[in-house]
């Protein structure tokens, strides 16, 4: 059972907001390549972006803390509206990219706030400048520095259009205040990184431990594929742990154990791919559980824990899978 997401068409706390439901079209899990399907927003018009007006931050001013938003006041700016309240020094967003980010929304007219990701101590990635999140992000985000805070004041265009976001208790007159902090920025070149970590098993593939944004190297050796789900590290980031709910964004390369055959790869696609830990195949669910964020991981799975007698496409049935998966952040 396959649940779609919403992720990419609402901001990724206003998911629970938007809505989702089952696909029943099938019972087997996704592939790792599958990534959900998404829901396209409103069309909006691409014009300037002002500086303001925006309400004034009247509490939490500084980058990483909860921010305190006046009403606003006045008519809202017709256009969409980005200001730069701190300004960060890391490398300029870029289309494409997968940004990770704090951010709280309200309502212009009331003040109410409808989402933040401050409370749930726990930030929201996704990618920008490819009609996949709210048109006022797609564009207010692109050549912004990472550690910079904004924030948007967000028209109905470029936001949910005349139709509002009714279950976010959204009108479609109603234009959209953000504060936003860019914590961090991913994109296909993008790797693990931590401490190197010794591979001495014989019996185990060997993973490249190259950071370059290539795809790494997996050599098979001439044994005989373990029965057990094997879980080991390649380079131990020093995030936090991954937690058994947790959705991933990840780089990732899959062979076959027979033949070393490559059957799906992120790098050939030059995307990255998101999974929750909980739509995946088992082998996946339970070798990625526990490690931390900033790893590669060698991920051996058996075919009781992937597809088992299923073949799949470039996937023969009752296969041991071998994987090099870079978990880049938790989404």
């Known amino acids: 059972m396959r649940r779609r997401s919403v992720l990419l068409a609402v901001p990724a706390g206003l998911l629970t907001l938007a809505g989702c439901g089952d696909d029943k079209s099938g019972s087997d899990k996704t592939k790792p390549s599958q990534e959900p399907t998404s829901q396209s927003p409103s069309p909006a018009p691409s014009g300037k972006i002002v500086s303001g007006p925006v309400p004034p931050i009247t509490a939490g001013k ?92 967000v028209p109905p265009a470029y936001a949910y259009g005349k139709q509002g976001q009714p279950q976010a208790g959204i009108k479609g007159t109603d234009t959209l205040v953000f ?80 033949g070393g055959k490559e059957f799906d790869s992120t790098y050939k696609r030059g995307e990255l791919a998101q999974f929750s830990l909980q739509q995946v195949v088992k082998g996946w669910s339970q070798g990625l559980t526990g490690k931390k964020v900033g790893s590669r991981v060698l991920v051996v799975v058996p075919p009781d824990l992937g597809y088992g007698k299923a073949a799949q496409k470039g996937i023969p049935a009752n296969s041991t899978l071998v994987f090099s998966v870079d978990i880049l952040t938790v989404l």
């Open 62 to 153: 500084k980058f990483g803390e909860k921010p305190k938003v006046a009403k606003g006041t006045g008519k809202p700016p017709h256009d969409l509206a980005v200001k730069t309240i701190s300004q960060g020094d890391g490398r300029k967003t870029v289309k494409g990219d997968w940004v990770q980010i704090n951010y709280l929304a309200q309502i212009w007219d009331t003040g109410k706030v409808i989402d933040n990701t401050f409370d749930k101590k726990k930030t929201a990635a996704f990618p920008i400048g490819k009609g996949q999140v709210l048109p006022g992000w797609d564009q207010g985000l692109l050549g912004r520095n990472l550690g910079s805070r904004l924030e948007l004041a």
């Open 179 to 258: 504060v936003i902090d860019l914590v961090n920025a991913f994109n296909a070149k993008s790797s693990a990184k931590g401490r190197k970590v010794e591979q001495t098993n014989p019996d185990l593939p060997k993973v490249s431990t190259n950071t370059d944004g290539k795809a790494p190297t997996i050599t098979i050796p001439k044994k005989s594929a373990p029965k057990k789900l094997v879980s080991e590290y390649v380079i131990e980031g020093d995030g936090q742990e991954v937690k058994k709910t947790d959705a991933l964004l990840v780089q990732y390369k899959g062979v076959l154990w027979d």
